[in-house]
């Protein structure tokens, strides 16, 4: 099948798949837009909201419908790494037999992660990264394709320790969510105290979303376009040779490399979800803010001025 083809299919896929996830989610189409791009390119995603934003049934409905296998993990100040990679136990022939954790999944929901300590966030490090864990020095591989969608409560500051740069960077996109509009809420109301069950039908496979992601890494990008992406996460730290003052006064550290890899493949999935052959400019300025916004770090000044991450990246485009 030719790409041209394979680009239609995707195109008419996700406009079904939207409208599948729409039968139990309503509204958040941005939202769900961001987490469905960083599935078609391989990346993970952070979710920030208050509670109560249906996080978790949006993932698990996500799941659902692209027929993965969903695990759920609490994060809790107590939980340690081997509640989440697995551990080895000595079984009856007094053998160690590895038991695997709920990390072996394809979609990990690692709910409220800054609930728990440094050590068992790097747990999930080396899984996102590597997409393998390491257990008593011997290394398993993952089930492709995977994902971490992780959820971050942004009011409740105590008991929380606050996720190192190091990881937030290997987060694809930092998603807020926002509180529903009034009619939203009223369809929610609506649909959730009644005894009707929906039932949501599976449009992908493992197989299907890993040639999404080998289809999107082909689709051809201009070279002015890949010079403007790095051109704007260049933009983006401070002391650098033609940085805006603007920055050089609110931002302490800005986006890495990673930002610009990223930046160009969610160009490239954006585009084609929108039936485009080839990203342009806008593709990059579209979904710029998930992508930069955790990675620029503020400083006080920016903090006492009530400057925030999406007006310094809006300043920069």
Same mark, same amino acid.
């Given at each position: 099948?030719?790409?041209?083809?394979?680009?239609?299919?995707?195109?008419?896929?996700?406009?079904?798949?939207?409208?599948?996830?729409?039968?139990?989610?309503? #509204?958040?189409?941005?939202?769900?837009?961001?987490?469905? &791009?960083?599935?078609?390119? #391989?990346?993970?995603? &952070?979710?920030?909201?208050?509670?109560?934003?249906?996080?978790? &049934?949006?993932?698990?409905?996500?799941?659902?419908?692209?027929? &993965?296998?969903?695990?759920?993990?609490?994060?809790?100040?107590?939980?340690?790494?081997?509640?989440?990679?697995?551990?080895?136990?000595?079984?009856?022939?007094?053998?160690?037999?590895?038991?695997?954790?709920?990390?072996?999944?394809?979609?990990?929901?690692?709910? !409220?992660?800054?609930?728990?300590?440094?050590?068992?966030?790097?747990?999930?490090?080396?899984?996102?990264?590597?997409?393998?864990?390491?257990?008593?020095?011997?290394?398993?591989?993952?089930?492709?394709?995977?994902?971490?969608?992780?959820?971050?409560?942004?009011?409740?500051?105590?008991?929380?320790?606050?996720?190192?740069?190091?990881?937030?960077?290997?987060?694809?996109?930092?998603?807020?969510?926002?509180?529903?509009?009034? $009619?939203?809420?009223?369809?929610?109301?609506?649909?959730?105290?009644?005894?009707? !069950?929906?039932?949501?039908?599976?449009?992908?496979?493992?197989?299907?979303?890993?040639?999404?992601?080998?289809?999107?890494?082909?689709?051809?990008?201009?070279?002015? =376009? =890949?010079?403007?992406?790095?051109?704007?996460?260049?933009?983006?730290?401070?002391?650098? !040779?033609?940085?805006?003052?603007? =920055?050089?006064?609110?931002?302490?550290?800005?986006? #890495?490399?990673?930002?610009?890899?990223?930046?160009?493949?969610?160009?490239?999935?954006?585009?084609?979800?929108?039936?485009?052959?080839?990203?342009?400019?806008?593709?990059?300025?579209? =979904?710029?803010?998930?992508?930069?916004?955790?990675?620029?770090?503020?400083?006080?000044?920016?903090?006492?001025?009530?400057?925030? $991450?999406?007006?310094?990246?809006? !300043?920069?485009?």
């Amino acid at each position: 099948m030719s790409d041209v083809v394979a680009v239609e299919n995707l195109v008419k896929k996700h406009q079904a798949l939207k409208k599948e996830i729409a039968k139990v989610i309503v #509204g958040q189409d941005k939202v769900i837009e961001q987490i469905l &791009l960083s599935i078609y390119t #391989g990346g993970h995603s &952070l979710l920030i909201g208050v509670p109560g934003l249906a996080k978790t &049934l949006m993932v698990n409905t996500i799941a659902q419908t692209l027929g &993965l296998d969903f695990k759920r993990i609490q994060f809790t100040p107590d939980l340690m790494p081997s509640d989440i990679l697995g551990s080895e136990v000595l079984d009856q022939n007094r053998n160690f037999k590895f038991i695997m954790g709920p990390v072996f999944g394809n979609i990990i929901l690692a709910d !409220e992660i800054n609930r728990t300590p440094p050590k068992t966030q790097a747990a999930l490090l080396e899984a996102m990264q590597e997409r393998a864990v390491t257990i008593a020095g011997k290394q398993y591989k993952l089930n492709r394709p995977y994902f971490v969608l992780a959820t971050q409560n942004p009011i409740e500051q105590e008991g929380t320790y606050p996720l190192p740069e190091a990881q937030l960077d290997r987060f694809m996109f930092a998603i807020e969510l926002k509180y529903p509009s009034i $009619e939203e809420e009223i369809q929610v109301v609506k649909s959730t105290t009644s005894d009707e !069950e929906v039932q949501l039908s599976t449009l992908f496979d493992a197989d299907e979303i890993i040639a999404v992601q080998h289809l999107i890494r082909r689709i051809p990008i201009p070279d002015n =376009v =890949v010079d403007y992406a790095v051109r704007l996460v260049n933009r983006t730290r401070p002391g650098q !040779e033609g940085s805006l003052d603007f =920055v050089n006064n609110y931002v302490d550290w800005g986006a #890495g490399p990673r930002a610009s890899q990223n930046l160009v493949l969610a160009a490239k999935a954006h585009a084609v979800i929108h039936g485009k052959f080839s990203p342009d400019i806008e593709d990059i300025k579209a =979904v710029s803010t998930g992508i930069l916004r955790h990675r620029i770090l503020k400083n006080y000044k920016a903090e006492a001025e009530g400057i925030s $991450e999406e007006k310094i990246i809006s !300043e920069l485009l």
